[in-house]
């Protein structure tokens, strides 16, 4: 739905709109401590329904007969391409398999295509757009976590362990992999062993690095409180991922 108003008078209130909308995702991801903040997710708003407004009266200002191959835009297509190299800055590998920051990438990816919405006068599409988003972040994932197959709820755990002489690496990983999380349930082997590494030191000590697929309320702190009790385990490193 596009409204007509007087040019600046549309144009001010294009740039509110994608302000506060970009202010709506910045919100979100500033109470969740992630990469993408208030002020970042309103400037790539407010920026993209910028370039898209100065697009689109470039066309109407420069346009016409005299040259017919202008398209209003094309500025608009580049911020799509172009923000990319934002999204790739909160995008993290934390070792092996586990990556973060995907969710704040994509939404820096539609920060701005909401101001080019904005930009474009689709208002209520915009903001239906964020009300899909925020539902699709904050409330999707609880619904999965209530009533979706065990398989969606599980969460990643590096660990990395200091071993004495002595031990058995299947005696180890059979002791790991039971749960006695009472939040987890008295099940065994509900922990799976994603990945393994197992490194010599030079005192004749062994490192084994491993990252263990896990139940949702199997939480890192149970895990270390598991593997610190095994027999000839010398230090423990546990980190959610």
């Known amino acids: 739905m596009i409204l007509n108003f007087d040019m600046h008078t549309e144009s001010i209130l294009?740039?509110?709109v994608a302000m506060l909308l970009g202010l709506f995702i910045g919100i979100d991801r500033q109470l969740k401590q992630k990469p993408l903040g208030i002020r970042t997710s309103m400037v790539i708003s407010i920026a993209s329904c910028l370039v898209t407004l100065v697009s689109i009266h470039a066309y109407d200002k420069f346009g016409g007969?005299?040259?017919p191959n202008m398209d209003p835009m094309r500025l608009a297509a580049q911020i799509v391409s172009g923000i990319g190299f934002l999204g790739a800055g909160v995008i993290l590998r934390r070792g092996g398999d586990a990556i973060s920051g995907l969710t704040s990438a994509a939404?820096?990816?539609t920060a701005s295509g909401i101001g080019?919405?904005?930009?474009?006068?689709?208002y209520l599409e915009a903001a239906y757009a964020v009300v899909l988003l925020m539902f699709a972040v904050n409330a999707v994932p609880h619904l999965i976590?209530?009533?979706?197959?065990?398989?969606l709820n599980?969460?990643?755990i590096s660990v990395k362990i200091i071993m004495q002489h002595g031990y058995v690496l299947g005696d180890l990983i059979g002791q790991i992999t039971i749960c006695h999380s009472p939040?987890?349930?008295?099940?065994?082997?509900?922990?799976?062993?994603?990945?393994l590494k197992i490194k010599d030191l030079d005192d004749g000590r062994q490192m084994i690095d491993m990252v263990l697929t896990?139940?949702?309320r199997d939480y890192a702190t149970e895990v270390y409180n598991d593997v610190k009790k095994i027999e000839n385990v010398m230090s423990v490193e546990v980190e959610q991922l």
């Open 14 to 16: 294009k740039l509110l």
């Open 154 to 156: 599980k969460h990643e």
């Open 183 to 195: 939040e987890a349930g008295r099940k065994r082997m509900v922990r799976t062993v994603r990945r």
């Open 214 to 216: 896990t139940p949702e």
């Open 107 to 109: 939404l820096i990816w």
């Open 65 to 67: 007969s005299e040259h």
């Open 145 to 151: 976590r209530w009533f979706g197959p065990q398989v």
């Open 116 to 122: 080019i919405a904005v930009g474009a006068g689709f």
